[in-house]
């Protein structure tokens, strides 16, 4: 029978078992029930445009709170997901839940930031994804340029010449922001090949740029090249004001990270879609409304 042939295999396979692959094993079980058991969140990381002084857009940050484990971050299981197969769902999820986010956000009259979504490779190369985000945003009703999706670039590097995803993406009218730059292999060259939008200057650049004065240039003349190519560019990983006002007299317009903001839970965003950030390079942040 079926259940002796399982036991037999389970015999025969117990004592390969180590602790650690059992664990592993569990991990995974878990995780593929917790979107049916609803136990994925959003926390919202603020993107302040330091030139403005306003909220420019938030990154949906997933976080699997698990009744034994606690709050999971996702450097712990998104590998897993993509290995076992359900980044996609996972994602879709994010994808839904951060559009009905924004435009309930909208609706609240909070003013016109942008929502950016992490998309992983393997989702990236899914020809469905297109038809998913263009459901999501005609079901959400969030306009399509308010949408941006953060790609790494090992995307960039496995393309193979097939750029339809970014081409369609492109029509429909969403952003597409190369996240972690400056940490694999892509160069400038991508930014002329690839119908991108955004650059996201991974955090060890920034921590790199303190070091010495060749490294500031360099960033510098990555940021002008950048810009002067029409995209925008956000600096990561951000602790400090020393970091702000390097970034800022090398022309980066937007800045990502602890100085300003850790991610935050959704209610709180609305009060930092009040806030002036005007004077965050000279001096206070005030709560005072923008005119
Ligand atoms: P990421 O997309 O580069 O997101 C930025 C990460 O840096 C976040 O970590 C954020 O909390 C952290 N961070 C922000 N400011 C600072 C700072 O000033 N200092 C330091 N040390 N860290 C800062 P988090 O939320 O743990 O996410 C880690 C990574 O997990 C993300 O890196 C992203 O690659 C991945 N991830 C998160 N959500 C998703 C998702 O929905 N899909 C996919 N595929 N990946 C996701
Ligand atoms: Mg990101
Ligand atoms: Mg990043
Ligand atoms: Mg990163």
Redesign the pocket.
Known sequence: SAKAQGRHRYAFYQPELTIQAEKRLWLEQELRAAIDRDQFEL?Y?PQIDIVRGRLAGV?????WRHPDLGLV???DF?KVAERIGV?KS??NW?LETACYQLSQWRQEKISDFKMA????PI?FHEPELYNTVQQILQKTNVPPELLEL?I?ESVVQNLDGNITMFEQLREMGIKIAI??FGTGYSSLASLKNLPIDCL?I??LFIIDMMEDADSSILLGTIIGAAQALGNSVIA????NREQLLVLRGIGCEIV????FS??LFPEEIPNMAKKDFRNAVTGNVTNAPII
């Open positions: 926390h990381q990154e949906a940050l997933v976080r971050s996702p450097n998104i980044i996972l994602e994010i979504v992490n998309i992983s989702h953060e790494t996240d972690d996201k991974d955090r990561e990983g951000v602790e990502q990270g602890f100085y850790k991610p």
